[in-house]
Each structure stands twice: as structure tokens, then as C-alpha cells.
């Protein structure tokens, strides 16, 4: 495995009123990572949290606009280190297999590693949240063709390369959606190392709300979607007007090649409508497309304006 002390790395810790955790995180990624500095991010916490991280050795910082995606952002706009390893602040993952995971980073010349939650217990990893986290998992694979086992796993290793090239859009709790979508996006280099999960400690309380936050990570799909794969998004548009007009135009035809009228002219005018508003949304879909590339093409360049540090350091 490699030699991980030739690399700078950073513990990113997002925080919300996690008095009850954190202590144990600072204190479990400092044994299995000493030399690396971990930083917790509190977002407008209203208990001890603050307090406790930098009594427990942590380095503290504060974003006081509301929602993980702006905590994330916040974080990888202000550290520089060469692996970014973020993890919850509800300590239920497993800090030990921190240096494994960096490593499998380094090794395998990969940009992003996702701590896949393995758990046996029911209140750690609901059946709720199993079952969401399948389907908007099969959501992101059916529109970008390809996807993760635990797409909104909140344990996961990041290169620099990775870091600083996140636009970081999202707000709240759909943030691991979009991380998940940037990969695909560029087609980085990724794996998956399954870690254990845990419940909560007693007196932790999840921020989590499986139907709120569901559908804004379903509206995050559709966006990104719409965002990042345009001509199909309006396609799906153009193809539903062209039904619908030549589905109601079918009996105007029927009836004009037989009396020679068109009786019912509202009908007709309403085919013309749809095949001309469909034709708009190809139009606006293939617009799109062209400048969807270009933007990709901007975020492969500042990609790979970032040197990578191999095994050795260099």
C-alpha cells in the first residue's frame, strides 16, 4: 500500500449541531490518519459543536449559508491538500479504512472513492432510505448510462483534480447526487470500497427527511439531466407533441380525404400548434447540446490543468 505521508491530506468534516458526535470523529481519523489535519465545518450549529471540534484538535471553520451543497462548496473552495477524504459528522462510518481508501486513491490513479455502506442494522440504514437510494441510483445510471451501488454515501475520497474542478451547484442534501453526476460527467476514474455503517450514537438525531429530501434529489436528477444531456431532455418533448398532433391529425385526414372539408378547424389548428412547439424544443435541445459540449470541454481543461501526484509523491 502506498506511503501515504508524502501526501497532503485533508479530513473534511460538514457539521450541523453534532455535539454529540464529533469528538469521537476528530478522535478516530487522528489515530488512523495522524498526519493529517481534519477540518470541521459547522453550519450555523446551534449547540457545543463549535466548541467541542477545536477542543478535540479539530480546525474550525464556519459557513453560515444554510445546506451541505454550501458547506461543500465552502470547503473545497478553501483547502489545499492532495487528498480530500469527507465524511458525515454522525460518526457512523468507519475511520479505519481511511488509509485504505486514500491509498486505493493513489494506487489506482483514481479521482473519486465512495465508502459503500454495508450495515446489518435496521436502524442504521433504513429501509426507506435503501430503497430511495436504489431508485435514484437507477435514475442517474438510466440518464448518464452509468452510476455507483451507493450513490449518496457520505463517505468518500476525493483527488485535488476532482476538488477543484466541482462547480458545486446543489444546496442541501442533493450535493451527493451532483458529485456523483461530476464523475460521470468527465468520465474520471472511480471505485467503490465497501465500508461498515453504524447507527447513530443515542443522543444524535438525523437531519435527514426521506420524502422532503427525496424529491429535491429526484428535481436534481431532472435538472441535471436537463443540464447535461439537453437534446435528449427536449427530445423527449419533441417526440411527445409529434404524437399527440399526428394522433389528432389522423381523423381530420380521415375526414378530409373523404368530403374534402376540414369541419373541425380548432383541432387542426391545435396539430399545427404542437408539431411547431415541438419542432422549438428540438431546436432548443440541439442549441444546447452544442453549448453543453463547449462547458463540458471548459471543465476538461481546468481538470487537467491540475498536476496528479503518483504513489511516489510526485
Do not use: W
Amino acid at each position: 500500500m502506498t506511503n501515504l505521508s508524502s501526501h497532503r491530506i485533508a479530513i473534511l468534516v460538514p457539521c450541523y449541531n453534532e455535539a454529540t458526535t464529533i469528538a469521537a470523529i476528530v478522535r478516530d481519523f487522528n489515530l488512523c490518519l495522524p498526519q493529517a489535519l481534519v477540518y470541521v465545518f459547522d453550519n450555523n450549529s446551534s449547540d457545543d459543536t463549535v466548541a467541542i471540534a477545536r477542543a478535540a484538535g479539530a480546525v474550525v471553520r464556519e459557513v453560515h449559508q444554510q445546506g451541505k451543497g454550501n458547506v461543500i462548496r465552502r470547503m473545497f473552495a478553501d483547502i489545499e491538500a492532495d487528498i480530500y477524504i469527507m465524511v458525515d459528522g454522525d460518526d457512523t462510518y468507519d475511520a479505519s479504512v481511511a488509509p485504505q481508501l486514500a491509498a486505493r486513491l493513489i494506487d489506482d490513479g483514481l479521482d473519486m472513492v465512495v465508502g459503500t455502506r454495508v450495515s446489518d442494522e435496521q436502524e442504521a440504514y433504513r429501509f426507506g432510505h435503501r430503497f430511495g437510494n436504489v431508485m435514484l441510483t437507477s435514475c442517474v445510471a438510466a440518464v448518464f448510462g452509468r452510476s455507483f451501488t451507493d450513490m449518496l454515501s457520505g463517505y468518500r475520497v476525493f483527488s485535488r483534480r476532482y476538488v477543484k474542478s466541482y462547480a458545486a451547484h446543489a444546496a442541501g442534501f442533493e450535493t451527493e447526487t451532483e458529485l456523483t453526476v461530476h464523475a460521470l460527467e468527465l468520465r474520471m476514474p472511480v471505485a467503490e470500497v465497501s465500508t461498515s455503517y453504524k447507527s447513530r450514537p443515542e443522543g444524535s438525531v438525523s437531519k435527514l427527511n426521506t420524502y422532503r429530501d427525496g424529491i429535491r434529489i429526484l428535481l436534481m436528477i431532472a435538472a441535471l439531466f436537463k443540464q447535461e444531456r439537453p437534446l435528449a431532455f427536449f427530445s423527449i418533448g419533441f417526440f411527445g407533441c409529434m404524437l399527440a398532433a399526428f394522433g389528432l391529425a389522423i381523423p381530420l385526414a380521415q375526414t378530409y380525404l373523404a368530403t374534402g372539408l376540414v369541419p373541425r378547424l380548432p383541432t387542426a389548428v391545435l396539430c399545427v400548434g404542437l408539431a411547431l412547439f415541438g419542432v422549438i424544443l428540438l431546436s432548443c435541445g440541439l442549441v444546447l447540446d452544442t453549448v453543453t459540449r463547449g462547458r463540458i470541454e471548459q471543465k476538461r481543461f481546468a481538470y487537467l490543468a491540475i498536476p496528479v501526484r503518483g504513489p511516489a509523491g510526485d
